[in-house]
């Protein structure tokens, strides 16, 4: 069955430090890959997306993923973090057999310190 | 403004008394949807629309009713609500075949069932 996990539902660091978060799926057929950002009090708003070509990614707000499809993997990289990138974060992925369905993982908690 | 609009933002009520939670968009979108987000869970689907009159189950419809009567509007039904549909819930829209395959979220409406 086709699935997202992500492993780390809590993310502390500190500001100006890099962050990964790690989002690994689970599909027998081709996969298209999101990254949504949640802020406190807000809906979902897309960071970053990988359909086709090159595997490394680049969204709003300075992050950036690599799709990686022998380890089935899509993780976040931010090199250097703000107060204001303290959000949720979900992983999600939608199957080339049905575009409109998203199968979301169950979502990293990013929190940066000063 | 292209966006999703979602009625109430808040909503406490007791178990059994029905209510309609309103989901409107103004991008012409085909598809819709709702999810309910959980705390460790991300977000599941309830329900989705691929256009006016087309309705049908995403993963969690129990409890759900779901209506399209007009393309931009997608109402959320729970007609005898229960304490376990307190959660979060969010409205989507999304172009069907689009080439961006980004789907557009509310802001959210946060239910508590006594």
């Known amino acids: 069955a086709q699935s997202v996990t992500q492993l780390d539902s809590q993310v502390p660091v500190f500001e100006e430090a890099p962050v990964e978060l790690r989002c690994n799926y689970s599909s027998s057929v081709s996969v298209y890959l999101f990254w949504y950002v949640q802020y406190p009090n807000q809906g979902l708003q897309l960071l970053l997306k990988y359909l086709s070509g090159s595997t490394l990614v680049k969204g709003i707000n300075g992050f950036e993923a690599e799709f990686n499809k022998s380890q089935t993997s899509f993780h976040l990289r931010k090199p250097s973090v703000h107060i204001s990138d303290t959000a949720e974060y979900f992983c999600a992925v939608s199957f080339s057999y049905n575009t409109d369905k998203l199968i979301f993982g169950t979502g990293t908690r990013l929190q940066v310190f000063p | 403004e292209a966006q999703v609009t979602q009625n109430p933002r808040y909503l406490i009520t007791v178990t059994g008394k029905k209510l309609t939670v309103t989901c409107s968009q103004n991008m012409n979108h085909e598809y819709m949807s709702w999810y309910r987000q959980d705390p460790g869970l991300g977000l599941r689907q309830i329900y989705y629309?691929?256009?006016?009159?087309?309705?049908d189950k995403g993963d969690v419809p129990e409890g759900y009713k779901v209506s399209r009567k007009e393309k931009r509007n997608f109402p959320l039904i729970l007609e005898s609500p229960s304490p376990n549909q307190t959660s979060l819930y969010f409205c989507?829209?999304?172009?069907?075949?689009?080439?961006?395959?980004?789907?557009?979220f509310g802001p959210g409406t946060r239910l508590t069932v006594t």
């Open positions: 629309s691929m256009n006016v009159e087309v309705t």
């Open positions: 989507a829209s999304s172009e069907i075949d689009s080439t961006s395959y980004e789907q557009y």
